[in-house]
């Protein structure tokens, strides 16, 4: 009896040895695997780090010549010196904003949503007319019969049955267009002929707007 549990405890004891070693090196294992990756992540916060310097060095760069052009733009160089304007060359001041009529020849005429593109990209938007006055003005500066055009996108379309414009507000002067508000359809201007709804499907001129530079 003695000898058979004495070989039973060395036997469980050998099992249990076997499984620490066998546990050991499987911790062993998770540990090396731990390591690895904390190097890899150490080696990719040092790559980030690296790109978000570059990156830092680069919107340096791109402010100075964003700057530059701002400059260029407003404050043009002259034989005397630089002049500085509210506008740049080639846009319309009224009130404190300006006003860009692209007036397209037929194969560059764009639609609602490429307008809108060619508006951001020249740091502006589509125009928003906030009262009558504005209106009468936007309307009173361009030819009704330059190059065929048909008309003039502004930044106003349908949503959702409304007239909105692309700052979220809707139209409140509903007796500035006559036409019912369906999606997929875009407003127009055009001296003579009014505010009309279109698919903004349409390749047509467009007014783009942004605030005027303060120059004192």
């Known amino acids: 009896m003695l000898a058979c549990c004495l070989v039973t405890f060395i036997i469980i004891l050998v099992l249990g040895v076997i499984a620490a070693v066998f546990f050991y090196t499987y911790l062993m294992k998770e540990l090396h695997q731990v390591e690895k990756k904390n190097n890899e992540l150490e080696e990719e916060k040092e790559t ?21 052009w ?3 733009e407003y404050c043009p160089k002259e034989t005397n ?3 500085c304007d509210p506008c740049q060359k080639g846009w319309l001041k009224f009130q404190t904003n300006c006003y860009a009529y692209n007036d397209a020849v037929e194969k ?3 639609n609602w949503t490429e307008a809108r593109e060619n508006c951001r990209g020249m740091v502006s ?12 003005e936007i309307n009173n500066n361009f030819s009704p019969a330059i190059k ?19 700052n979220g507000a809707e139209l409140i002067n509903t007796g500035w267009i006559k036409h019912n508000a369906t999606d997929g359809q875009c407003v127009t201007v055009l ?14 001129a467009w007014i783009c707007e942004k605030k005027a530079l303060t120059v004192k």
């Open 48 to 68: 980030l780090n690296e790109q978000i310097e570059k990156l830092k060095e680069i919107n340096n760069e791109l402010n100075v010549s964003r700057a530059q």
């Open 70 to 72: 701002s400059i260029d």
């Open 81 to 83: 010196g630089r002049k």
């Open 108 to 110: 560059d005429r764009k």
């Open 125 to 136: 938007d589509l125009t928003v007319v906030e009262n009558d006055v504005e209106k009468g």
């Open 148 to 166: 065929g055009i048909k008309g003039y996108w502004i930044g106003l379309r349908a949503v959702q049955g409304k007239w909105k414009w692309i």
């Open 191 to 204: 001296q003579g002929r009014g505010w009309r709804s279109v698919s903004c499907d349409e390749k047509n």
